[in-house]
């Protein structure tokens, strides 16, 4: 049948296999011409439309930012004194040029070289009379790259002598990768003036304990906000609360690098700005004044007998002068004091820290004071009987008293149940006290006990409130007046004071053993630790008739051409509860503690008080420290004058002369009266 039409069979069959290939070729170009169209379009995307991106992304992979630290601002005082500055100096970095790791034979040849150049670097210092180990360079130049990628400039010494300027200038090609760069180097003012409120300074690269800097610390896209290592940074005082104000802004250098982050050429300069100047509310005057009274009268109680006794653990000493009408505070002084350059150039040998480490603390504002009394008492004490004007004004307010109520003081008043017994100082009975300004005048303890402490305890009990009730009320009092509470100052690390008269958390009086015990000792000022600044706030809060201040350090901030971008002015914090006018005309008139023989011939009245707080030493001895708070004039106040000396014995005598000499010099500048004295006497020598 196949023949009958005339077909090869078998021939067919041959033929069908090569039906195939020809599709599948025709398959195979028909998919490469897909393909490479598909390139050619992607190729014009890239070429057209991609272009700028990859462009943009190709130069962020080849350029770095290397930061330019800019000159940190002054601090000045307020007559415009410098109390820290920054000085320019010049320092020798070195970039590398190499890869100079230990991963290649190549590296590890190029290794050799660097220690070749840290060698001759160390005889150039070596040879001009100030060494440096070639240890100390090879540490600096950081060869692993551990610390910093290889574009980034190593520091190898700061402040160099003209005369090694010069060398190196000279001789640039002979040491590969150097280069001279002007930095700041902070000086502080030699007569070492409220060193501990100016604070000090660290290099970035020691912060990392200080969590102000952790945002500092993580990646930024500002070039402008980026720390360097090396750059100096404030870590305490007015130098870290206004870290921002006295930086300024980078500058940066764009650097264009090689796969291996080697500095291949420099692309362009941006200049760093200038940091602002910080104006203090210190007068260098009051402040000098301030400080050596303290350390005068600290000698003088290890030499004179107060009570029968000197007081030669007397170590340490603290004020605060605030100005009533505007809280600026003109003098802060804690001693004894260091010269704070042994920062300058951010870093502190062991040798030196050892002999500083127990006075670079401010301890007006914290507990940990500049240097130890003799049995190692803080800054931070009992306030003694200058707690005694506010009892009163509590006892006034809560109808415990009138401003005429009498008191027969026997020197003694018992509490309890089982009548324990609290007497005057040295057993004093003072008789018939005709109203309450007496009991504050003459400084009665059985008075607070029995009108105040014990009677605000019986009060709540008396009305069905819990025990603590009374407690609550007093702590109430004590917070509108700037005790146990912040004062607002512009200063790190400040401490809130401890409130020893509240229940631990287990509801209990570890101190006294009850609410009532609490209110009783806190009434004459044994159950409250504060702050310098705190005794100083209250006493300008007292002088303001119940109106609260933020203490002002800093007065205005100005640019680098002077011109004034921020002040400061005068800010309530809070106003206590509504006391009566009489109520604060007895206090006011109250304050007037027998201190003759501080402030004899003083030409103003004026408001005071005086404290001897009693504290347990680690040998088992109360000790008694000084305290004193005054303000004056007593009718129209300009100034308060808080005063606190460890184990200095009684404060009339401790604390009070401290306190006049500052009242002294505040008139000899700024007046009392409004009349500065010093102009009194220019016109009238």
């Known amino acids: 049948m196949n023949n009958f039409w005339g077909r090869n069979v078998k021939g067919d069959k041959d033929n069908e296999p090569k039906s195939g290939l020809n599709l599948r070729v025709n398959l195979f170009f028909f998919s490469t011409f897909i393909i490479f169209c598909v390139i050619i379009i992607r190729l014009a995307v890239i070429q057209f439309v991609e272009a700028d991106t990859l462009t943009e992304k190709e130069t962020g992979q080849n350029t770095k930012n290397i930061p330019l630290p800019p000159a940190r601002g002054d601090i000045l005082d307020a007559t415009g004194t410098k109390l820290a500055f920054s000085t320019p100096v010049q320092s020798l970095y070195i970039t590398l040029q190499k890869d100079y790791s230990n991963a290649t034979e190549k590296s590890r040849k190029n290794r050799a070289e660097a220690m070749q150049l840290a060698q001759k670097i160390a005889d150039v210092f070596n040879g001009m009379g100030d060494p440096i180990k ?63 409120t100016v604070g000090y300074i660290k290099s970035f690269k020691h912060t990392e304990s200080l969590k102000e800097y952790d945002e500092a610390r993580k990646e930024q896209k500002d070039p402008g ?155 931070t004490l009992l306030l003694g009987s ?29 509490f309890g149940k089982e009548k324990k017994a609290v007497r005057n100082s040295q057993n004093h009975a003072y008789g018939y006290l005709r109203t309450p300004a007496e009991a504050i005048e003459h400084s009665s303890n059985a008075f607070m006990v029995d009108m105040v402490g014990d009677k605000l305890y019986k009060k709540y009990i008396n009305a069905g409130g819990d025990y603590n009730k009374g407690v609550d009320v007093w702590d109430k009092y004590m917070k509108q007046f700037g ?12 401490f809130l004071g401890r409130r020893e008269y509240m229940p631990d958390k287990n509801g209990k009086f570890p101190q006294t053993g009850s609410a009532q015990g609490s209110l009783v000792y806190a009434s004459f000022g044994q159950e409250g630790r504060y702050t310098t600044l705190q005794l100083a706030q209250y006493a300008t809060t007292l002088a303001n008739e119940g109106e609260r201040i933020k203490p002002q350090i800093v007065s205005k901030i100005t640019d680098q051409n002077g011109k004034v971008v921020k002040t400061f002015k005068r800010e309530v914090l809070n106003k206590t509860d509504d006391f009566d006018k009489s109520y604060w005309s007895l206090v006011r008139r109250g304050m007037n503690t027998d201190v003759k023989s501080a402030f004899a011939g003083f030409p103003y009245d004026f408001a005071r008080k005086t404290g001897t707080s009693q504290q347990e030493s680690s040998d088992g001895v109360n000790r008694d420290n000084g305290v004193f708070i005054a303000y004056a004039p007593r009718n129209n106040p300009k100034l308060a004058v808080a005063v606190v000396i460890p184990e200095g014995g009684f404060g009339a005598y401790s604390a009070a002369p401290i306190a006049r000499k500052i009242f002294d010099a505040y008139d000899q500048e700024y007046g009392l009266d409004g009349v500065p004295k010093k102009n009194k006497q220019a016109v009238n020598p």
Not at 169 to 188: A, C, D, L, V
């Open 225 to 379: 906000l980026v720390y360097t290592p090396d750059e100096l940074v404030g870590v305490d005082g007015v130098e870290m609360s206004f870290q921002k104000e006295l930086r300024g802004k980078n500058g940066y250098k764009v650097v264009s690098v090689t796969p291996g982050n080697i500095v291949d050429g420099v692309e362009e300069i941006v200049p760093p700005e200038k940091g602002n100047d910080v104006w203090l509310t210190i007068n260098k005057q009051v402040q000098q004044t301030a400080e050596q009274a303290i350390m005068d009268q600290l000698d003088w109680v290890h030499h004179n007998p107060v009570s029968g006794e000197t007081h030669p653990n007397a170590l340490t000493g603290y004020a605060v002068a605030m100005e009533v009408e505007t809280g600026k505070i003109v003098a802060m002084a804690s001693m004894p004091d260091y010269d704070t350059n042994v920062w300058g150039d951010g870093g502190i040998s062991n040798k030196d820290y050892e002999k500083i480490k127990a006075n670079y603390q401010n301890g007006t504002i914290t507990p940990i004071s500049s240097g130890k009394s003799g049995h190692n008492m803080e800054s």
């Open 386 to 414: 200058t707690m005694k004007p506010l009892s009163v004004l509590i006892g006034l307010k809560e109808h415990l008293f009138s401003t005429t109520t009498p008191y027969n003081d026997v020197g003694i008043a018992y």
């Open 134 to 196: 070639k240890e100390d360079i090879i540490e600096a130049m950081d060869l692993d790259s551990k610390k910093e990628h290889g574009y980034y400039p190593r520091r190898i010494k700061m402040d160099l002598s003209q005369r090694e300027i010069a060398y190196f200038m000279e001789r640039k090609s002979e040491f590969p990768g150097i280069e001279i760069i002007e930095e700041s180097k902070r000086t502080y003012n030699p007569n070492t003036i409220a060193v501990q």
């Open 483 to 494: 005790l146990g509470v912040s004062t607002g100052i512009d200063l790190p690390n400040e």
